[in-house]
């Protein structure tokens, strides 16, 4: 089974609109810390944002916040007020387990595409 | 600090030859990781290192083996490439403590093509 799933392989957003990307996933450990990162067409893995399993509330980085959803298992992106600039594939990743244990291991979604159009 | 650095950038190999990705990086990061990225598809982790001296297999390890002599430093050797590991290759780094692992830093990615 699928540990972290993408559904939306490409996403279409108007500049200045809000837009979600979606993650779910699946674990059956207590202790686990869902990640979100952002691939430019030159490349680079840019950390965006962490959302930890017993964080009360959800994470937020500037324009980027992560609704954290534990019953469902879902761990959405919002990207508000998007830019052109952030037209890039987005993958979803998780860390099982206590770190260490799980020694930080990711296990990466297969991302989303996201445009921006002006 | 440079962060997380990898060379080369680019390079095409021919089946059945080997070399070596360099990884380093300067920010005392105790954990070290490399993963391939297939085209359109997420990361996927191939070795890591928890420290100098020791290192595991992650996913898809097989064709690959790693090394770490150095804290800053966790090269990456194919031997015998195959057509199968053309693809980006990023390392990345994270620092442990007591208990808790911090976020994963990323290098640039050696983007490798065997023919």
């Known amino acids: 089974a699928q540990k972290i799933t993408q559904t939306q392989p490409g996403m279409f957003v108007q500049e200045k609109e809000a837009v979600t990307l979606d993650c779910t996933y699946d674990?059956?450990?207590?202790?686990?810390?869902l990640f979100w990162y952002k691939q430019p067409s030159s490349g680079e893995m840019i950390f965006l944002i962490y959302?930890?399993?017993?964080?009360?509330q959800n994470a937020t980085e500037g324009r980027y916040s992560l609704n954290f959803q534990k019953a469902r298992k879902s761990a959405n992106l919002v990207i508000s007020a998007s830019q052109l600039g952030d037209s890039a594939m987005y993958f979803c990743?998780?860390?099982?387990?206590?770190?260490?244990?799980?020694?930080?291991?990711?296990?990466f979604g297969q991302g989303t595409i996201l445009t921006v159009h002006p | 600090n440079a962060g997380v650095t990898q060379t080369p950038k680019f390079r095409i190999l021919k089946i059945g030859q080997s070399m070596t990705l360099q990884c380093a990086q300067d920010?005392?990061?105790?954990?070290m990781y490399w993963y391939r990225q297939d085209p359109g598809m997420g990361l996927k982790l191939i070795y890591y290192?928890?420290?100098?001296?020791?290192?595991d297999k992650g996913e898809v390890p097989n064709g690959y083996n790693v090394s770490r002599s150095t804290t800053e430093d966790f090269p990456l050797r194919l031997e015998l490439a195959a057509p199968s590991q053309t693809s980006v290759y990023f390392c990345?780094?994270?620092?442990?403590?007591?208990?808790?692992?911090?976020?994963?830093?990323f290098g640039p990615g050696t983007r490798l093509t065997v023919l």
């Open positions: 290192s928890v420290g100098a001296g020791i290192t």
């Open positions: 674990t059956s450990d207590p202790s686990y810390g």
């Open positions: 920010m005392n990061h105790n954990y």
């Open positions: 990743a998780m860390r099982e387990g206590v770190s260490g244990t799980s020694y930080g291991k990711l296990t």
């Open positions: 959302q930890g399993s017993y964080d009360q």
């Open positions: 990345a780094s994270s620092y442990q403590w007591g208990g808790r692992t911090d976020t994963q830093y």
